[in-house]
């Protein structure tokens, strides 16, 4: 039986949560109830992922984003593609973006033991420190062709890192540094869906 990577409550008929990989908020689609029970997919809901929500809430507007349960949000000012360069975000903005790798592992591989640390991170218990940092991009990438999130993560008992990589609208990239002591079998995961077409693209990227 599962159990909440969060508070270790089991997961049941009453307890249990459809928790989105990447936030509705911003057009993610693919979802797990095995991920996080109701009272904690509540609480990062009003909190991280809030705050994930408020970054990209312009752009949101700006491709009239379809998300679930929600209307659409009014294009405000959107046209200034300036805002969305690369910047220093906010502890729970970094926090939320660290959830969706984790929350990417756990639906891909059993086991949260390698995450225990990434956890207490998303849950404000410790530091940040240089565990999630931005990754800057050579440039912003856009075209009217496709507009991504990408999620990858890399792990090798070799050189005991466990990583992810996290790109959101093809604008903000971020590396997360899951695990230091990574011991488990070599993993490459990667998942890639346009937010424009909605749809899965299955080829990879550098």
Known sequence: MSACYSCNQILNKKTTS????????????LKSAR??????????GMTIDAA????????????????????PVNDTNSSNWDRY?????NDL?????AKIAVNYYLTKVRGRHHLDKMI????????????IRY?????VIWNDKEVSHVIRINGTASSGRLYAHVILFNTHSLVINLCNNYNGEDIDLFYRYDV??????RSTID
Do not use: W
């Not at 424009?196 to 693209?201: A, F, V």
């Open 18 to 29: 459809f928790e989105h990989i990447i936030p509705n908020s911003i057009g993610g689609v």
């Open 93 to 97: 903005f970094l926090r939320s973006v």
């Open 135 to 139: 990754h800057p991009l050579i440039e």
């Open 85 to 89: 360069q690369l910047e220093n975000g």
């Open 35 to 44: 991920l996080i029970c109701k009272t904690c997919n509540s609480a990062y």
């Open 196 to 201: 424009l077409r909605q749809k899965e693209i």
């Open 120 to 131: 207490r991170i998303i849950n404000g218990v410790e530091a940040i420190e240089d565990h």
């Open 52 to 71: 994930l929500a408020k970054k990209f809430v312009d752009l949101v507007a700006l491709m009239n984003i379809e998300r679930h349960r929600s209307r």
